[in-house]
């Protein structure tokens, strides 16, 4: 299976090289990925579709360093982030590759306020000098992921904000160390439809402003259009990638029937728009 193809002139940031990985127990052993390759370059967004068991967390996992793969290779900026050798690579690769978790109700400590929550990691890091230099950050960063005005929010808990909000701010602690790739894991399943939509155009604008990656994990065709209709899609099932391409040639002209059959589930509302569908895929089968 051949890999998304990256933009023009830009070379990958992060790359999944035949990626493996196996669970063992007492009475079997489980492969969950199978060799898969993948890569994310610059400003691209990669979405990566399946139904529930098909290895997509366990891989974006992999591709976030929480879980060391059972073979393959992960590389940041074209280094081995496993390179005992080269403990810089492992340390640039933590910083420049962020997590954003599918349940905003868990992903935020209860107990943080908002402010301590994004300001954590920047006095961690030594990004800011100070309490004042912090609080004129998290305002920045508030700002940036839409939560105006940042007064209303900056003092707030977890359990004052609502579902979106709280996915708001998990976006904007992904952004405190400046990263190059974002993985959002299922980021929008647990979110309502509308509020869906206005948090991808966010996460739209910071990757074409900012120039950050994405990978995009979802098990929802439609959401994967609507965000990565500019990029690039791998559809895996059972641990593998079976098909991938240009996010709207994948969804357009599948190939795989897995795939097709993923785009038979997708609901469609208009009773006529559904049957010239069918329709259509038929005579595209008669005649493939």
């Known amino acids: 299976m051949s890999e998304p193809s990256q933009s023009p002139g830009t070379g990958p940031l992060l790359e999944l090289d035949s990626i493996r990985q196996v669970f063992h127990s007492t009475r079997e052993s489980v492969v969950a990925v199978k060799d898969v390759s993948l890569n994310v370059g610059p400003g691209e967004v990669v979405c990566l579709v399946g139904q529930s068991g098909s290895g997509k967390s366990t891989l974006a996992k992999i591709a976030a360093g929480l879980r060391r ?32 978790h599918q349940d905003p109700y868990a992903s935020l400590n209860p107990i943080q306020d908002v402010y301590t929550i994004l300001s954590a990691p920047l006095l961690e890091h030594k990004l800011v000098k100070g309490a004042d230099e912090a609080e ?21 808990f977890p359990h004052q904000m609502s579902g979106g909000q709280r996915q708001r701010v998990a976006v904007a602690r992904s952004l405190t160390l400046n990263p190059k790739v974002i993985l959002a894991d299922e980021a929008t399943s ?9 948090l991808l155009e966010m996460l739209t604008r910071l990757r074409v402003d900012r120039q950050v990656g994405m990978l995009f994990i979802t098990h929802d065709l439609a959401m ?15 641990g593998a990638v079976v098909e991938s391409g240009p996010t709207l040639d994948v969804i357009e002209r599948p190939q795989h029937p897995y795939t097709q059959a993923l785009l038979e589930a997708v609901p469609e509302p208009d009773p006529d728009l559904a049957q010239q569908k069918r329709a259509a895929r038929r005579l595209q089968e008669a005649t493939a």
């Open 69 to 100: 793969p059972t073979g393959g290779q992960v590389r940041y900026d074209g280094k081995d982030v496993y390179d005992r050798r080269n403990r810089r690579a492992w340390k640039t690769f933590r910083r420049g590759v962020q997590y954003v």
């Open 136 to 156: 004129q950050r998290v305002r920045e960063l508030l700002l940036e992921v839409d939560l105006k005005p940042a007064d209303r929010f900056i003092s707030l």
């Open 224 to 238: 994967a259009k609507f965000f990565g209709a500019e990029g690039t899609m791998a559809v895996m099932r059972h």
């Open 190 to 198: 647990m979110l309502d439809v509308s509020i869906r939509i206005g």
